[in-house]
């Protein structure tokens, strides 16, 4: 074979195809109830922007951004991450102007040059949400309530909702202070990116994945004790439209978030039973990325999920989707003349809305009859030179083998009439 899918990407086949249609639409019509709106940007975008929003020192921009010049010798990047292009978005065509806050989601691919490895794609996939120009308590839940609806709605079972606030720069400096001071005894154990960490970004060293790291910081002091009063209360707040809508959820000290940018919130859906590493979204306040990226201060939160990991769970858990549509009716034809009438009919068995399929291999009739099982027909109608010459069609219910003659030109409508 000559020619293969780059290493880390994949075709999503006919028969997989269905599977992520229907996470897609479940996800479009949550996202409707909610007032989302779909926003589509483009593949790539300027270095810059993701440089900007992720950080220059991020393993991220570092090492895993697929990044080119362009003919004119511009930096452009492959999408690496969904929040930047919605920001940069949302400041290009004022979006703020025409609302207080704006509600928008996407579905899109995610590039990043990661070391293939189960579950890690050089080309992913994923929804989210974000919701910008609110900074009230009840738009955090909202969020994680849109997310844990979507979770549920594909039938994934023994999720859990991972709760932490990651403070804001008021307080979050003393906190760092403090996590450098309790982890220094250790640092020379904790691992190379820990070390760097340590000094660029120390609360990235709770969520270390090494078993060695997470044990030299297990005793770490919890960010929640040294949040200032408004970063507390809007936590306890968030916590508390939980409680009312009946989402349950654990604190996770450990769960924290990059930057500066990221404020308050942060939260994971994990599923349990596959371990830690297994978040099927993540989420968060960022009430400091829309000014990093040149707009007016703009409080903003919301969410991302990767499809590819979803599904792998949803296998997981041996989720049944609803299975693939088939043709509702084959058309069987022998001869000229019938092929003809054959071809009509399709046409209108169409436009009457019934899926319909006929051969186009010029088989005999019992190898039309063997493809119409094939392709799960429930009924298949025959023409022949006899049924032509009476104006009629024979239709075959393919599960009880019964057959009825119909009248050719009102043959789409009683067939139609027949599969309701
Ligand atoms: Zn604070
Ligand atoms: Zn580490």
């Given at each position: 074979?000559?020619?293969?899918?780059?290493?880390?990407?994949?075709?999503?086949l006919p028969r997989?195809?269905?599977?992520?249609?229907?996470?897609?639409?479940?996800?479009?019509?949550?996202?409707?109830?909610?007032?989302?709106?779909?926003?589509?940007?483009?593949?790539?975008?300027?270095?810059?922007?993701?440089?900007?929003?992720?950080?220059?020192?991020?393993?991220?921009?570092?090492?895993?951004?697929?990044?080119?010049?362009?003919?004119?010798?511009?930096?452009?990047?492959?999408?690496?991450?969904?929040?930047?292009?919605?920001?940069?978005?949302?400041?290009?065509?004022?979006?703020?102007?025409?609302?207080?806050?704006?509600?928008?989601?996407?579905?899109?691919?995610?590039?990043?040059?990661?070391?293939?490895?189960?579950?890690?794609?050089?080309?992913?996939?994923?929804?989210?949400?974000?919701?910008?120009?609110?900074?009230?308590?009840?738009?955090?839940?909202?969020?994680?309530?849109?997310?844990?609806?979507?979770?549920?709605?594909?039938?994934?079972?023994?999720?859990?909702?991972?709760?932490?606030?990651?403070?804001?720069?008021?307080?979050?400096?003393?906190?760092?202070?403090?996590?450098?001071?309790?982890?220094?005894?250790?640092?020379?154990?904790?691992?190379?990116?820990?070390?760097?960490?340590?000094?660029?970004?120390?609360?990235?060293?709770?969520?270390?994945?090494?078993?060695?790291?997470?044990?030299?910081?297990?005793?770490?002091?919890?960010?929640?004790?040294?949040?200032?009063?408004?970063?507390?209360?809007?936590?306890?707040?968030?916590?508390?439209?939980?409680?009312?809508?009946?989402?349950?959820?654990?604190?996770?000290?450990?769960?924290?978030?990059?930057?500066?940018?990221?404020?308050?919130?942060?939260?994971?859906?994990?599923?349990?039973?596959?371990?830690?590493?297994?978040?099927?979204?993540?989420?968060?306040?960022?009430?400091?990325?829309?000014?990093?990226?040149?707009?007016?201060?703009?409080?903003?939160?919301?969410?991302?999920?990767?499809?590819?990991?979803?599904?792998?769970?949803?296998?997981?858990?041996?989720?049944?989707?609803?299975?693939d549509t088939h043709p509702s009716v084959f058309v069987a034809t022998i001869g000229d003349a019938a092929r003809e009438a054959g071809v009509k009919l399709l046409a209108e068995l169409r436009k009457a809305?019934v899926p319909a399929e006929t051969d186009y291999a010029g088989k005999s009739l019992k190898a039309q009859m063997k493809s119409a099982d094939r392709q799960q027909a429930r009924l298949t109608i025959m023409i022949g030179e006899d049924e032509l010459n009476r104006g009629q069609v024979k239709v075959r219910n393919m599960q009880t083998k019964e057959e009825t003659d119909v009248?050719l030109?009102?043959a789409a409508?009683?067939v139609?009439?027949m599969l309701?």
């Amino acid at each position: 074979m000559r020619y293969a899918t780059p290493r880390g990407t994949a075709d999503i086949l006919p028969r997989e195809s269905p599977r992520w249609r229907y996470l897609e639409d479940k996800f479009r019509e949550i996202c409707r109830l909610y007032g989302y709106e779909e926003l589509r940007t483009p593949t790539f975008e300027e270095t810059e922007l993701f440089a900007r929003s992720i950080g220059e020192h991020t393993d991220i921009v570092g090492k895993e951004m697929y990044t080119f010049l362009d003919r004119a010798e511009r930096s452009m990047t492959l999408r690496p991450e969904g929040t930047a292009p919605v920001v940069r978005a949302y400041l290009q065509h004022k979006l703020f102007a025409k609302a207080p806050v704006t509600k928008l989601y996407y579905i899109t691919s995610i590039f990043r040059y990661e070391r293939p490895q189960a579950g890690r794609y050089r080309e992913h996939h994923q929804v989210g949400v974000e919701a910008l120009g609110s900074a009230d308590p009840a738009m955090d839940a909202e969020v994680i309530s849109l997310a844990m609806e979507f979770a549920t709605s594909l039938g994934m079972r023994n999720l859990e909702l991972r709760m932490n606030s990651v403070g804001c720069p008021g307080c979050r400096p003393k906190y760092r202070d403090v996590l450098r001071k309790a982890v220094e005894p250790n640092l020379e154990v904790l691992c190379e990116s820990c070390r760097t960490r340590y000094r660029a970004n120390p609360l990235r060293m709770l969520d270390c994945k090494r078993p060695r790291c997470r044990e030299l910081t297990a005793g770490a002091p919890n960010i929640i004790e040294y949040l200032c009063e408004e970063c507390s209360k809007h936590l306890d707040a968030v916590l508390h439209y939980l409680g009312l809508l009946d989402i349950g959820y654990t604190l996770d000290p450990r769960l924290v978030r990059g930057f500066d940018y990221y404020t308050k919130t942060a939260f994971e859906i994990v599923s349990a039973e596959l371990g830690a590493q297994n978040a099927v979204a993540g989420g968060g306040r960022y009430d400091g990325l829309v000014a990093e990226l040149g707009g007016e201060p703009t409080p903003a939160v919301g969410f991302g999920a990767g499809i590819e990991r979803i599904l792998d769970v949803m296998d997981a858990q041996g989720i049944e989707l609803p299975a693939d549509t088939h043709p509702s009716v084959f058309v069987a034809t022998i001869g000229d003349a019938a092929r003809e009438a054959g071809v009509k009919l399709l046409a209108e068995l169409r436009k009457a809305d019934v899926p319909a399929e006929t051969d186009y291999a010029g088989k005999s009739l019992k190898a039309q009859m063997k493809s119409a099982d094939r392709q799960q027909a429930r009924l298949t109608i025959m023409i022949g030179e006899d049924e032509l010459n009476r104006g009629q069609v024979k239709v075959r219910n393919m599960q009880t083998k019964e057959e009825t003659d119909v009248p050719l030109d009102r043959a789409a409508v009683r067939v139609k009439e027949m599969l309701d």
